[in-house]
């Protein structure tokens, strides 16, 4: 088995090094610092890729490397949480993953917003400004106390509610405001939340963003809202940059209509040498620190190896931001459906031409795949579509990819209280089912293809025989292997209730040869030979 080759490209904390390099059959390649040229030809090589802020991915770059026919990218890694440096939509049509590690730095993300906004409160760096410059003036740095003051959170994700806990804890009121959100309460009623950002923005004495830049949260805080907003407001934005218009709150500060803000992240980084935050009196500024601690910056570095690497074995993907909100994390007997599906897939490929299918249907029945059906439905699609084209297809572009095919693909979800079955039926040249399951022992079982009934794990070298059914066929293929010197591992037999025709289903010790499939074809009352590799 060739080893999974995994690059990184850019400046990581040495502990995601060390656990990628701890894996078996994992080829680590460190290269910081590629120009473009070298990084399409690297990335050309490579399983995955693990980056942070200062390799950029943009369209041109990415359909530059699958511009190499040998090009095998699957993976993107972004060890941090923003993505902007990578082309998503082109990342995607390519059917290569993107995730980040945003859960890996929630903990210190918060707290630094949470540092901003005590330090906003009570003058701290300005006072110690002062002070280091040889002054002492307590009269102008009076704060203001946290408790008893609402805060308002924009965001009620991960960092969002690591905010909130901390909050509560100081006394504060806390009131949310997610655009994802339709409940009136979060955090058990802990937290009550606005239908609109504008309902949020008129009641608060502090704000703080923990959203993503979107073209819905682009200039979310601007000249409009200020006009709304207490005159005593503080602003927090240690989220990204753009989400408070820049330029509106400089106007709303020198109005009078905010009384200040603690800015981590910039529309443009870094903000130019003589942007208005660098000396507004009323502005506290730091260089993009979020996820700046030790703890913060080995966490991220594991999490986004381990996940590529998770993603890349095939064991399943989160943290994904382009998995068009699949939940992609299965539990291991759910993983093992996804086996079966591909073996299913690949064995009905002796039946007949998967390059010729139009219509897929998937049917999962048992409590095993209760509310994951749609994920392993893609991965079935997936097993499919990787038989009709040489393009790259993946669980990311999967759907896309039956579009521009002129594959209709459905899933049916059958009763949780029937035994756990998986049915896919293929409508191409002819219409075809199969149909497998996972016993306790947690292998991949073929029960029935056509309407003939099996019971074989396939794997392995195997052989699907399509011939009369009549007494002495076994006998006269078990003498042509005989003859050719090919040990049968196992056989099963399925009966057929109409056409007349048996299958047989054959696990071979050695793969099958172009003369052993003739030989088998050549057998009177044989009507079709096929073999595949499982």
Not at 235 to 247: F, L, M, S
Request: aromatic share 4%; charged share 20%; hydrophobic share 45%.
């Amino acid at each position: 088995m060739k080893p999974i080759k995994i690059l990184i490209a850019d400046k990581l904390a040495p502990e995601g090094a060390a656990f990628l390099e701890s894996q078996a059959e994992v080829e680590v390649l460190s290269q910081t610092g590629l120009s473009e040229d070298d990084l399409v030809s690297a990335l050309s090589n490579v399983d995955g890729v693990i980056v942070r802020s200062a390799v950029k991915l943009p369209e041109e770059t990415l359909k530059r490397v699958f511009a190499n026919p040998e090009a095998k990218l699957r993976g993107i890694a972004r060890a941090g949480v923003g993505v902007d440096n990578i082309h998503l939509p082109t990342a995607t049509s390519l059917g290569v993953a993107v995730m980040n590690s945003a859960s890996a730095s929630t903990i210190t993300t918060a707290e630094h917003a949470f540092a901003l906004m005590i330090s906003l409160a009570r003058n701290i760096s300005s006072s110690n400004a002062i002070f280091r410059g040889g002054g002492w003036d307590r009269g102008s740095f009076v704060g203001v106390q946290l408790a008893g003051r609402t805060l308002g959170i924009v965001g009620m994700g991960r960092i969002g509610q690591a905010m909130a806990r901390r909050a509560l804890v100081f006394g504060m009121e806390v009131i949310g405001f997610d655009p994802f959100m339709k409940e009136p309460t979060a955090m058990d009623g802990q937290v009550q939340m606005m239908q609109s950002f504008d309902d949020l923005i008129e009641k608060v004495d502090i704000v703080t963003f923990h959203v993503p830049r979107t073209e819905q949260t682009t200039g979310m805080l601007s000249t409009q809202q200020f006009t709304k907003c207490k005159n005593d407001l503080l602003v927090i934005n240690a989220a990204r940059g753009g989400i408070v218009d820049e330029e509106a709150l400089i106007a709303a500060l020198d109005a009078g209509q905010c009384a200040g803000a603690a800015i981590d992240v910039y529309l443009s980084e870094p903000p130019a040498e003589d942007h208005p935050f660098r000396t507004h009196p009323k502005v506290l500024c730091t260089p993009h620190l979020g996820a700046s601690t030790v703890e913060a910056q080995e966490a991220v570095a594991v999490n986004a190896c381990a996940s590529l690497l998770q993603y890349l074995r095939g064991e399943g993907l989160e943290s994904a931001v382009n998995a068009g909100g699949l939940d992609l994390e299965l539990s291991n007997r759910q993983k093992q459906f996804v086996e079966l599906s591909s073996r299913m897939i690949t064995l009905l490929g002796t039946v007949t031409n998967l390059g010729k299918t139009k219509e897929v249907v998937v049917e999962l029945r048992g409590l095993a795949t209760v509310g994951k059906t749609d994920t392993i439905a893609r991965y079935t699609l997936v097993a499919l579509l990787q038989h009709c084209t040489d393009e790259p297809v993946s669980i990311i572009n999967v759907t896309a990819m039956a579009r521009e095919l002129g594959v209709t693909a459905s899933t049916v979800v059958g009763s949780p209280d029937a035994i756990d079955k998986l049915t896919i039926t293929i409508d191409g040249e002819q219409q075809h089912v199969i149909e497998g399951t996972v016993h306790a022992d947690g292998m991949p079982r073929i029960t029935n293809i056509d309407g003939r009934g099996f019971d074989m794990v396939p794997s392995g070298h195997m052989i699907a025989l399509f011939n009369n059914d009549t007494p002495g066929m076994v006998g006269k293929v078990g003498s042509v292997l005989g003859e050719s010197s090919v040990n049968i591992d196992e056989m099963v037999i399925g009966h057929g209730d109409n056409d007349g025709l048996a299958m047989m289903v054959i696990k071979l010790g050695t793969p099958a040869t172009g003369d052993l499939l003739a030989s088998l074809a050549a057998i009177d009352g044989i009507s079709k030979v096929a073999s595949t590799e499982i």
